[in-house]
């Protein structure tokens, strides 16, 4: 969808809140208790994150209608600012709080929630550079930007991961190629 540049940008002062809140929920009562769990659960949320966002990626904005359609409108325009409104991911991220929170301790379920928010704030802030920062030759961003130029430009569809580059490689959808035209 495109964006308004104050709804384009939210994410970056909504989700650290969240996250910093989720923290404080878990960690607010009984600190030593729960701190290596909920900082296991935490890891294991943005670790998550890395292949829920290659699937987001790979099947629903390249496959499925109408998010096709709207993902089309980013490859078609990069530099517009088209992405997912926060009041969205944040409605989805809460059920998703929720659900975890109804099977298992609040402050894990938070601490994967959290995981997970981190790892989208880092996705947020990658797509962000990859299309609008220049970077130094030979730096790891740079070989992220050419990476995603790639996957707009390349004859077959490739890289599909925005924050890593792993699940590529493991599901052979990496590419190292000149963009085809």
């Not at 009562?29 to 290596?36: D, H, N, Q, Y």
């Not at 430009?153 to 052979?172: E, I, K, L, Q, R």
């Amino acid at each position: 969808m495109r964006l308004t540049k104050w709804g384009y940008y939210a994410d970056f002062i909504l989700y650290p809140a969240l996250v910093v809140a989720l923290s404080l929920h878990a960690l607010g009562r009984e600190p030593s208790k729960v701190a290596v769990e909920w900082a296991f659960a935490v890891l294991g949320g943005m670790a998550s994150w890395t292949l829920l966002e290659y699937l987001l990626h790979r099947v629903v904005l390249h496959h499925i209608r109408p998010f096709k359609g709207l993902h089309a409108m980013h490859h078609a325009h990069p530099l517009d600012l088209i992405g997912t409104p926060s009041w969205i991911s944040a409605a989805l991220f809460l059920g998703l709080w929720l659900a975890l929170a109804h099977e298992t301790r609040p402050d894990l379920a938070g601490g994967v929630t959290a995981g997970l928010m981190m790892g989208y704030l880092w996705y947020v802030f990658m797509h962000y550079a990859v299309h609008n920062l220049q970077v130094r030759r030979g730096s790891w961003l740079f070989d992220a930007k050419v990476r995603h130029a790639l996957h707009h430009h390349a004859d077959v569809p490739c890289n599909f991961g925005v924050s890593t580059n792993f699940w590529d490689s493991v599901f052979g959808s990496g590419r190292r190629c000149s963009p085809g035209r």
